[in-house]
């Protein structure tokens, strides 16, 4: 069995898992203070899930660029999203004004880079991300 990772799609499942995290876990796991756990406004866990996101997709991003469309515009829509989701965690006060344009970018990042490499690899359309 040959098994390939799409990068890609990896990368907006991470992104959307954050967004998930940020969004919902406020709403329902809001009791988990009072059992000694703090993911919530838990700093680490925040850079931990950026850190993961950014690892994934600048891997991605690069293997896109590299091998396939050699377009940085997908880089630049991910770097911008990086840079919203870290202001995120500095400036709690604009958390949601943050988050949503942060995932947007990231989104649209591994979107585009799909759509690159999909549009300059005609021959060999399932290599992309791999």
Known sequence: MNFKIN???FGIATSLACAIHCALLPLFI???PLFGYDII???WFEYGMIALAFVVGTYSLYHGRKKHHHSWMPMIFFTVGIILLLGKVI???WE???LIPSVICIITAHYLNY???RSHNHAHSDDCNH
Do not use: F, G, I, K
């Open 7 to 9: 990068w890609d799609a």
């Open 30 to 32: 809001t009791s988990l």
């Open 41 to 43: 406004e838990n700093n």
């Open 91 to 93: 400036w709690h006060h």
């Open 96 to 98: 949601l004004w943050l």
């Open 115 to 117: 759509r690159m490499c």
